[in-house]
């Protein structure tokens, strides 16, 4: 117990000695502090304290633009069904396309990308843990909740 005391004291007053001598060898710090500014960057400035609209409020929603989705690769058959979300302007389901890994939301009878604009000629509703997607040439895709994977 002694000995142990004895080698944290003279590590102590090493250390002590090192801090105190630094001067002494002519040590300097290249580099200065950094800032607070420089070390928090965000990457957007919205002030924290105000509370986000993301899920609530319907004025937030972007316009409703039609996407370019190339109809080519995609099928509301590559869609399966990832989850359910419902809160005060109703619910919205998030769709993935299995080939090509997109994500998709369905959110007031409208599929909508990954840019939040909506994919032309599919419609769709959500009932229970299902989803219904629904073409121009009137094909109907339901699509059920996976309970496990």
Wanted: glycine residues 6%; positive net charge.
């Amino acid at each position: 117990m002694h000995l142990i005391f004895a080698l944290l004291l003279s590590v102590t007053a090493q250390a002590a000695d090192n801090s105190a001598g630094d001067k002494a060898f002519g040590v300097e710090v290249s580099t200065p502090p950094l800032t607070v500014e420089q070390v928090y960057a965000p990457v957007s400035f919205r002030d924290p304290m105000i509370i986000s609209n993301v899920f609530g409020d319907q004025k937030t929603w972007p316009a409703v633009k039609t996407s370019e989705v190339s109809k080519t690769t995609f099928s509301i058959y590559n869609l399966s069904l990832s989850g359910i979300m419902e809160d005060s302007s109703g619910k919205q389901a998030m769709l993935k396309d299995t080939k090509t890994r997109q994500i998709y939301i369905l959110r007031v009878g409208k599929l909508m990308d990954g840019k939040k604009k909506t994919v032309k000629g599919v419609t769709g509703v959500i009932k229970g843990k299902q989803v219904i997607l629904m073409t121009e040439d009137k094909k109907i895709f339901p699509i059920n909740l996976r309970e496990k994977e």
